[in-house]
């Protein structure tokens, strides 16, 4: 299973652009890198999917270099609601390891501040 | 988006008593379902894999004997909970998808057991 790590927290303000790395280092020519983002006493939700350069949807963008050790989830304009845990994932094209599972690493905790 | 529910989505027990928790996936079949526990302030850590019609696989040091899943139907899994003790006391979530059909992986909203 390739590995993520991601920073355990970030602390940002309403309206800011807020970027969140995640690194993959041992990402595997198949895998796919997925996000996903957690309230409090929720099931996660996803957000977005990629697996080179960049992609864009209605709520983040997701930008990924050419060596594609890394990955940034880009959250424009934050607000209060966007205070969550983001996870990181690395795997098939819907998300899953070599064995057909969702594995979630520590996440990032993000808290946005008036 | 296809739904999952799960439910209830809070319970309250008693010590050594056991505890059922249900999964549906709404509107597709669900062939492959997960279950997860997650303490407070940690991520979420899979517990066992089900398929419908067979026996869960289960992750290491996760007690089979303890919880319990039966999938036995394409839109319905059960994780229970037996002699339930405060240790047991986390968020357990749900996740479906359709393996037939390569369907990404949708959670329910879990259920926070609390056991007192």
């Known amino acids: 299973l390739a590995k993520t790590t991601q920073p355990i927290s970030m602390d940002s303000y309403e309206g800011q652009e807020v970027n969140i790395t995640c690194s993959h280092n041992n990402i595997a020519t198949n895998d796919y890198i997925t996000w996903y983002q957690q309230f409090p006493s929720q099931g996660p939700r996803f957000i977005i999917q990629g697996y080179k350069t960049k992609v864009t949807n209605e709520v983040a963008s997701l930008f990924i270099p050419a060596d594609r050790k890394s990955s940034t989830l880009s959250l424009p304009r934050v607000s209060l609601s966007d205070t969550a845990v983001y996870y990181c994932l690395v795997g098939d094209s819907r998300g899953y390891s070599s064995a057909s599972k969702i594995i979630f690493g520590s996440g990032t905790r993000l808290s946005i501040r008036p | 988006g296809a739904v999952v529910s799960q439910h209830p989505s809070w319970v309250i027990c008693k010590s050594g008593t056991s505890v059922k928790i249900e999964c549906r996936s709404l509107?597709?079949?669900?062939?492959?379902m997960f279950w997860y526990r997650q303490f407070p302030k940690q991520s979420l850590m899979l517990m066992a894999t089900?398929?419908?019609?067979?026996?869960?696989?289960?992750e290491q040091g996760v007690e089979k004997d303890k919880f319990l899943i039966n999938h036995a139907s394409l839109t319905l899994s059960t994780l229970t909970v037996t002699s339930a003790h405060p240790e047991d006391s986390s968020f357990y979530i749900c996740?479906?998808?359709?393996?037939?059909?390569?369907?990404?992986?949708?959670f329910g909203q879990g259920t926070r057991l609390t056991v007192v």
């Open positions: 996740s479906a998808r359709d393996i037939q059909f390569n369907t990404e992986a949708f």
């Open positions: 509107d597709f079949q669900a062939t492959t």
């Open positions: 089900s398929n419908e019609g067979s026996k869960a696989t289960y």
